[in-house]
T-cell receptor, first 109, second 114 residues
Framework: SQKIEQNSEALNIQEGKTATLTCNYT??????LQWYRQDPGRGPVFLLL?????KEKRKERLKVTFDTTLKQSLFHITASQPADSATYLC????????FGSGTRLQVQP | DAGVIQSPRHEVTEMGQEVTLRCKPI?????LFWYRQTMMRGLELLIY????????DSGMPEDRFSAKMPNASFSTLKIQPSEPRDSAVYFC????????????FGQGTRLTVV
C-alpha cells in the first residue's frame, strides 16, 4: 500500500537560516505533489504544487524539488523567519489529495 | 467568496448519538473532500465528490459514517452512532480540479465524543 513519510520530529532552526523538510513516498508514483502549511487550530493552506515532469519550483522564499527516482520531495524555506513556524504537510497524490503526517518547524528568533 | 464554510466549529456529544457535520464549498468548485485529522493518524481522506457524485469513499472507516452532497453548495458528513474513537478534527476542502489545483480547506469541526 502507498505510504507517505515526513519527519515526525520537530525541526528547530535559527532565524535567517534555510529550513529543509523532507517528504518520502513508497509503492506508487504520484502525478502531482503539493505542499501545505497548517497553523494550530486552522485548516491547511496551499503553498506550492509541482508536477511529476518538473524537477523544481520556486515561489518567493520557497523552493520545492521533486525526485521521482528517489521518490522524494524536498521543501526549502530560505531566510526563515519566526512567522514561518508551523506544521508543513506534503501531499504526493495520484488519485486524490492524500497527505503525509506533517513536520513541525520552529524558527527561533 | 468567504471560502469553505464548516459548521459547527466545535461539537461535543455523547457516545451513541448521531452527529452531522456540514460544509459549504467555494462556489464553482467541482470537487469536495472530507478529511479527518488526529495526532495518531494525521490527515486522512475519508471521501470525495465530483459534481456532487461520490467518487471514492474507501477512506470511510465504517458503515457508521456516511456523506452526502445533495447540491453543489452543501455537503454533510454523518456519524451514527458516534463513538469516543471518532473524536478528531474533521475538515472539508474544495477545489476546481482533483489534483492539479490547490485545495481550499475550511476551519474544521472539532468533534469530541464522550
Amino acid at each position: 500500500s502507498q505510504k507517505i513519510e515526513q519527519n515526525s520530529e520537530a525541526l528547530n532552526i535559527q532565524e535567517g537560516k534555510t529550513a529543509t523538510l523532507t517528504c518520502n513516498y513508497t509503492n506508487y508514483s504520484p502525478a502531482y505533489l503539493q505542499w501545505y502549511r497548517q497553523d494550530p487550530g486552522r485548516g491547511p493552506v496551499f503553498l506550492l504544487l509541482i508536477r511529476e515532469n518538473e524537477k523544481e519550483k520556486r515561489k518567493e522564499r520557497l523552493k520545492v524539488t521533486f525526485d521521482t527516482t528517489l521518490k522524494q520531495s524536498l521543501f526549502h524555506i530560505t531566510a526563515s523567519q519566526p512567522a514561518d513556524s508551523a506544521t508543513y504537510l506534503c501531499a504526493p497524490s495520484r488519485r486524490a489529495l492524500t497527505f503525509g503526517s506533517g513536520t513541525r518547524l520552529q524558527v527561533q528568533p | 467568496d468567504a471560502g469553505v464554510i464548516q459548521s459547527p466549529r466545535h461539537e461535543v456529544t455523547e457516545m451513541g448519538q448521531e452527529v452531522t457535520l456540514r460544509c459549504k464549498p467555494i462556489s464553482g468548485h467541482d470537487y469536495l473532500f472530507w478529511y479527518r485529522q488526529t495526532m495518531m493518524r494525521g490527515l486522512e481522506l475519508l471521501i470525495y465528490f465530483n459534481n456532487n457524485v461520490p467518487i471514492d469513499d474507501s477512506g470511510m472507516p465504517e458503515d457508521r459514517f456516511s456523506a452526502k452532497m445533495p447540491n453543489a453548495s452543501f455537503s454533510t458528513l454523518k456519524i451514527q452512532p458516534s463513538e469516543p474513537r471518532d473524536s478528531a478534527v474533521y475538515f472539508c476542502a474544495s477545489s476546481l480540479d482533483r489534483l492539479n489545483t490547490e485545495a481550499f480547506f475550511g476551519q474544521g469541526t472539532r468533534l469530541t465524543v464522550v
